[in-house]
């Protein structure tokens, strides 16, 4: 079949004209980025890195976004989510977690917005402790629970309600945890 | 940066050289699309005769019979993993209205039964629907045996398997974290390797064909068995990209899984079907070319709408805004093409399930790109992203297009396959309005709540709160059209098991 080759050349032209565009041009484009943007964030730590990981384990993604957009968009910045991203905001994220979805609020602040620690493990134990509305999974599998007159053992939370009983995070709580106290993406670029 | 320059110039190049000589080798061959290329697909005596799902005398019957197995193979694996993948949209559609559904163990959290819905949809059954149904129609189309079938029990093996293994890693923490993306990496590297085994003995039977026509299915086939395995290698490679721009490859190769791969087995089903069962040539052959090279250089491009908003290049924003509008020539082509083909014969809508299954398919086409079109611009973008529209115009697609395609042409071949007709054409039926009333159920229900969960996120006025329980009735409304979706394919897997036990027995006895 000697036709066929036109369509296989002409099928990985398009491929091609568009890898070009798509993949190595915004990547030749990004060390320009990198630079521009060396002081804006912090790297990630060990702990934090690994709470990422537990963040991309459970999906938060399909929920959360972490991009926040221009006034003219949406009322991103009326909703308290910050000021609008920048390509320097992301220089350490891989995989990038920039989300398409907004079932949940925007987290590009999270740790700005809600600085207490405690007020996220209580959260992630179940969201509708503190917010009946909440449509968010709760993610007790994370936690032992623990009961007693006073704290079983040091971070451990005590649960509102319920009669003493504590909250011990797991060690993928915490590190979740600490990723999301650590997400302050308001650094101004020098 | 002097050999980053280099390359640029070098890549730029080279497929501005490739895209100008191809235009020359359409020009200097204006012949191409003879309009008798259009019947290539008729034998004799076979046009002007409608032709139903049952074969009272299948001339092709040789030619269908010589990759029966693996043919099977494929199409069986992907009704498994429809079943698998529809009963776990449905759990995720219910978490979403009552979160604890189910309890909340690790395994069954929310996070990881979407990923695998995704993926076992994306990877199990689509795939497996549109390698299977191709590997049933380029024999025919060709008018050779396929070369070397046995290979294809391996290949189809080693995808089930790394699909199998891609949804455990999901379920215990290996992840890439890309959306479609999710395998981890070396499973994806034993997807590579299956799927390059289907397309060496595909491409070989179309490289010994000596049929003179190459018809405007085989397009289609062709070229997305070279866009999806390079698209899948280039987007794996992980290591070499970061932050925004990451974002921009993985959207890139997001969408084209539907542009490039799943959508032109799916039209080229259509351009297959629709012309074969009412029994008359596709409306305009010419016009055929225009959607398919539209398609090739617009869909390519489209991917980074799903990041307008995000600090992406403004030109990158801006280029898919321009390739995602641009889409509507080769849709509204096609269009015009299978639409006036169907409408012509609305006759043999009445006689033919199939027939129905494919129309309507062609008609999501149509009605989900132009959406695609539209929600590209920015007015509109500012409202639908981050909303569930999005995942309603998914499924209008994937679903309402794709599937609903792949149902009518697994409804064809099988009886050829297996030389033996459909016991229950009233369950055929029955299979195409629960499928239709549930797609339509979901896609409407989801699409309004998704446009007024955006305005509510656009209101500065109004609160967070108030986005979330605006959607509410509509995820419920999903779930009641998702019911009737995993109830039509329970009727469609009770047709194939009874058809293939009959067989069984036949053969016993
Ligand atoms: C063969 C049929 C199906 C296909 C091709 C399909 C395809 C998809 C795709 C592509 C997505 C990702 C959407 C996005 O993020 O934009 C998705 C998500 C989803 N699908 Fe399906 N799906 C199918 C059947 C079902 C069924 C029967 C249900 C039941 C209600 C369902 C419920 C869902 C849900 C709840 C999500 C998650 C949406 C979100 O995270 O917001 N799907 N599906």
């Not at chain 2, 890139?252 to 029994?279: C, D, E, M, Q, S």
């Not at chain 2, 132009?370 to 509109?380: D, I, K, V």
Request: with cysteine.
């Amino acid at each position: 079949m000697k036709k066929a080759y036109i369509f296989v050349f002409g099928a990985s032209s398009t491929l091609l004209l568009s890898t070009f565009l798509f993949v190595i041009v915004p990547r030749l484009g990004q060390s320009e980025v990198v630079q521009e943007g060396r002081s804006a964030q912090l790297p990630y730590t060990e702990v934090q890195a690994r709470g990422r990981a537990v963040y991309i384990e459970y999906g938060c993604i399909y929920c959360h976004s972490q991009q926040v957009r221009d006034p003219v968009a949406g009322a991103d910045g009326h909703f308290g989510w910050g000021r609008p991203s920048r390509p320097s905001d992301y220089i350490y994220d891989r995989p990038h977690l920039l989300g398409t979805s907004r079932t949940g609020p925007d987290l590009s602040n999270i740790g700005l917005r809600q600085p207490s620690r405690d007020w996220h493990h209580l959260h992630l134990y179940n969201p509708r402790l503190l917010v009946p509305w909440s449509i968010m999974p709760g993610f007790p599998f994370l936690y032992r629970v623990v009961p007693g007159e006073q704290a079983p053992a040091e971070g451990a939370i005590e649960i509102p309600n319920s009669k003493g009983n504590w909250l011990l995070p797991s060690e993928k709580a915490s590190s979740l945890v600490e990723y999301l106290t650590c997400l302050k993406r308001d650094g101004e670029t020098p | 940066m002097d050999t980053q320059l280099a390359f640029v110039i070098l890549t730029f190049g080279a497929s501005v050289l490739a895209m100008v000589s191809f235009v020359v080798a359409l020009i200097q061959r204006q012949v191409l699309v003879p309009p008798q290329a259009a019947q290539a697909i008729f034998s004799t005596g076979e046009m002007g005769c409608t032709e139903l799902e049952s074969r009272p005398n299948n001339r092709w019957k040789s030619l269908d019979q010589s990759a029966r197995g693996p043919i099977l193979y494929f199409l069986l694996s992907s009704v498994g993993w429809l079943l698998l993948g529809s009963t776990l949209g449905l759990i995720v559609s219910i978490k979403f209205h009552h979160p604890e559904f189910l309890g909340t163990r690790d395994f069954l959290t929310f996070g990881k039964l979407r990923t695998l819905h995704l993926n076992i949809i994306a990877y199990g059954w689509l795939s497996f629907a549109g390698l299977g149904l191709s590997l049933w129609l380029v024999p025919r189309i060709m008018r050779v045996p396929l070369h070397k079938p046995k290979i294809l029990y391996l290949a189809g093996s080693m995808w089930n398997f790394g699909v199998c293994l891609g949804c455990l890693g999901i379920l215990s923490g290996y992840t890439d974290g890309l959306e479609w993306l999710e395998f981890w990496w070396p499973i994806d590297g034993l997807l590579a390797v299956a799927g390059a085994l289907v397309a060496i003995p595909l491409f070989q039977t179309i490289w010994r064909s000596q049929e003179k026509h190459f018809y405007v299915t085989m397009w289609y086939t062709l070229a997305a068995f070279i866009w999806f395995p390079v698209l899948f290698v280039i987007a794996n490679m992980h290591f070499l990209h970061t932050g925004v721009q990451q974002g921009i490859v993985n959207w890139w190769f997001a969408h084209n899984v539907l542009g490039l791969w799943v959508t032109p087995l799916g039209l080229g089903i259509v351009y297959y079907l629709l012309p074969k069962i009412t029994g008359y040539p596709i409306f305009s052959y010419q016009l055929s070319l225009f959607g398919f090279w539209g398609l090739a250089l617009f869909y390519s491009q489209v991917g980074a709408h799903h990041l307008l908003g995000s600090p992406i290049p403004t030109w990158v924003a801006n280029l898919s805004i321009v390739m995602s509008v641009g889409m509507a020539i080769p849709v509204i082509t096609v269009a015009i093409n299978h639409h006036v083909s169907a409408y012509r014969h609305l006759g043999v809508l009445r006689q033919s399930v199939v027939l129905r299954f494919i129309v309507f398919g062609a008609m999501m086409y149509t009605v989900s790109s132009l959406q695609g079109s539209l929600h590209s611009l920015r007015t509109f973008n500012y409202i639908s992203h981050f909303t569930h529209w999005t995942v309603s115009h998914a499924h209008l697609g994937l679903y309402g297009f794709t599937s609903m395609v792949f149902f009518g042409g697994i409804y064809f071949a099988l009886p050829r396959l297996l030389d033996r007709d459909w016991e229950y054409p009233g369950l055929i039926n029955l299979h195409f309005w629960l499928a239709a009333t549930g797609i339509l159920t979901y896609a409407v229900s989801l699409g309004i709540g998704g446009i007024l969960q955006g305005m509510a996120l656009r209101d500065s006025s109004g609160t967070f709160e108030q986005s979330l329980k605006v959607t509410l009735p509509y995820l419920v409304g999903r779930s009641l059209g998702g019911s009737l979706m995993l109830l039509s394919h329970l009727v469609f897997a009770f047709n194939i098991c009874d058809l293939l036990g009959r067989t069984a027995r036949e053969k016993r006895s």
